[in-house]
């Protein structure tokens, strides 16, 4: 069974960069396509960004309003962690992360909660005015 954790939240001023990152355990998983979500306070959980399979191509595909701050990317190397490198904060990136696995389509946009199999437990960001 796959197991992921999240890590590199933290609070942080607005304006600045936080890189989160992924780690799978249990197997590899180089051919899942990988994605961040975020939930803030009292919204639901929202699709962020998405990575295709390594075999796959790894393509990425972003949410409107993020694709040109976020960027989505995997260790080929190691082929078990995946990153969600965040510049120019904002408030409003307030929320808990979460990344999510999708074992059965490596390829295509897929960006709602139910088209992911498995989760971590989410990496807390605040950001700060």
């Known amino acids: 069974q796959v197991q992921l954790v999240e890590s590199g939240g933290g609070l942080v001023q607005a304006g600045g960069s936080l890189r989160l990152s992924c780690a799978a355990s249990g197997r590899t998983f180089s051919n899942y396509a990988m994605g961040w979500f975020r939930q803030a306070p009292g919204k639901e959980r929202e699709f962020v960004a998405r990575i295709s399979g390594s075999r796959s191509g790894g393509y990425t595909y972003y949410a409107d309003g993020v694709k040109d701050r976020f960027t989505i990317s995997r260790d080929n190397a190691a082929m078990n962690t995946v990153y969600l490198q965040i510049n120019s904060l904002a408030p409003e990136d307030t929320a808990v992360y979460f990344c999510?696995?999708?074992?059965?389509?490596?390829?295509?946009?897929?960006?709602?909660?139910?088209?992911?199999?498995?989760w971590g437990q989410g990496t807390q960001v605040t950001v700060s005015s």
């Open positions: 999510a696995g999708d074992r059965f389509n490596s390829v295509g946009d897929r960006r709602r909660v139910y088209e992911y199999d498995f």
